[in-house]
């Protein structure tokens, strides 16, 4: 299993931008899906974005296509969200998880679990 500590968070106004980056620590292989997840108080844990690091496939939820982009170090040892046009809809902790191959918008689904950044998104 990975090790995974998120970074990035940050309060910003509404339409500002961030970047999250997910760094995997004993990372020794390309065979991982890197997810991101994010949950608001007093809702469930969302699949926001995914990709597979051997695989290049990627995923998006459909609320943040077009402003969210997920992408890879060089070493794909590390795996940013970039987030554009915030909106206060985007506030909530996100972490990041990894599973074995292949994307799962499911987060029983991802065994390796980071802490959490928060993201705030101010009106």
């Known amino acids: 299993q990975l090790q995974l500590k998120e970074s990035g968070g940050d309060m910003v106004q509404s339409g500002g931008s961030l970047r999250l980056s997910c760094a995997a620590i004993?990372?020794?292989?390309?065979?991982?899906?890197i997810g991101w997840f994010r949950q608001a108080p007093g809702k469930e844990r969302e699949g926001v974005s995914c990709?597979?690091?051997?695989?290049?496939?990627?995923y998006y939820t459909d609320s943040v296509k077009g402003r969210f982009t997920i992408s890879t170090n060089n070493a794909r040892n590390t795996v940013y969200l970039q987030m554009n046009n915030l909106t206060p809809e985007d506030t909530a902790i996100y972490y990041c998880?990894?599973?074995?191959?292949?994307?799962?918008?499911?987060?029983?689904?991802?065994?390796?679990w980071g802490q959490g950044t928060q993201v705030t998104v101010s009106s």
């Open positions: 990709i597979s690091i051997r695989y290049g496939t990627v």
């Open positions: 004993g990372f020794t292989g390309d065979y991982y899906a």
């Open positions: 998880a990894s599973r074995k191959y292949y994307c799962s918008t499911d987060s029983p689904d991802f065994d390796s």
